[in-house]
């Protein structure tokens, strides 16, 4: 049973006859026994809650900042009218609209309420009870029960990285050929024959082509396709920290480092499968949290997102031995790997430096990692002492974050460093270049 407003309003009104009554004591008694009846008859005539039929539909995914509209069907199987509210409950990162929904439903009606969910946060966004309150015709007091209707919606990373594919992929149609635009580099699949023009690279001359004819004929390539491209996404304690501004939130906060890591990965995944190279996936920290192999051309964007919606960044040290075998385990052929990760000093040395040559001797390894431009914010402040000191511990960090690339690139690394929007870009563009050098 539950009590509403009017009931406390009424009781203190009859505070009013109490205090001016002769009798006092009969007056309270009397008006207490009436507020007591009412409120029983009340309750008995309202609605029952645990008559009502439930039942969800809508959408099961979305991506981060879109609205979900989550659609609850109420049936009401009693024999009386249902009169109150319905909340419909969610958890708070959801924020979930409106609150409560009014409802009168006359025995045997069914209604559909919807519930617009704006959820701020990846995963999986699973609804909690759904509250059901009736109240009697006075409007004293109602009855009240919770169900348990289960929904889950998958909120997938957004793709803010899909606008930059457009140029990419002209870049690369370029690059094969496709365009009467002429890239310098070479391949590792031959293409066809031609005149020797200034400026080719003598390697390439076919001296036995040129022995048959009277001028000299030169090799052209095309990058080989059919390549397989290994994205590792560590989801270590280096990714939790947050950077840059959150676009798809109303009061910008910074993302996690893992999620714009998410969104270079989805970028690359994209340009290199109509590159024609197979991808694979494996998010891992001391376990594999997530992988994606052996997914189709057409499937792998769509695994790929959901895949990786429900990681989370876990705080604790990544192993990178057990990163190492996990990918060697899969992958038996020569790949290009791309390690998604952070340029953190006492992380690389005692931890990836140790492993790397065993990546290195077989794959073509790529490390990928997010700065942080606040600290290229402190590094410029001169303004008084404290900005001065800011400066330089900004500057000592960017000088052990160039350090620890240097070493990397030393064990055949490549590495691109970069702010948290250039970095799906950045990455999309070494992944080209080393295809024009011919170094996939």
Known sequence: MVITGRTGLIALLCAVPIALSPWPALVFTGALALLVLAVIVDTVLAGSPRA????????TSARLGQPVTAVLSVDNTARSRFRGVIRDAWAPSARAQPRTHDVNLAAGQRVQIETTLRPVRRG????????????????LAGRQCSHRVPWQVRILPPFLSRKHLPARLARLRELEGMTPVLIRGQGTEFDSLREYVVGDDIRSIDWRATARRADVVVRTWRPERDRRVVIVLDTGRTSAG???VDPTAADPGGWPRLDWSMDAALLLAALAARAGDHVDFLAHDRVTRAAVVNASRTELLAQLVDAMAPL???????DARTMVAAVQRRVRRRALVVL???LNASAIDEGLLTVISQLTDKHQVLLAAVSDPRVDALAAGRSDAAAVYDAAAAERARNDRRAVASRLRRSGVDVVDAPPEDLAPALADHYLAMKAAGRL
């Open 52 to 59: 009502l039929r439930l039942d969800r539909s809508g959408p």
């Open 312 to 318: 989370e960044p876990a705080l604790i040290e990544s």
């Open 242 to 244: 947050r950077v840059g």
């Open 124 to 139: 999986d966004q699973t609804s909690a009870l759904v509250t059901a309150r009736s109240v009697g015709p006075l409007g």
């Open 340 to 342: 998604l990760t952070d």
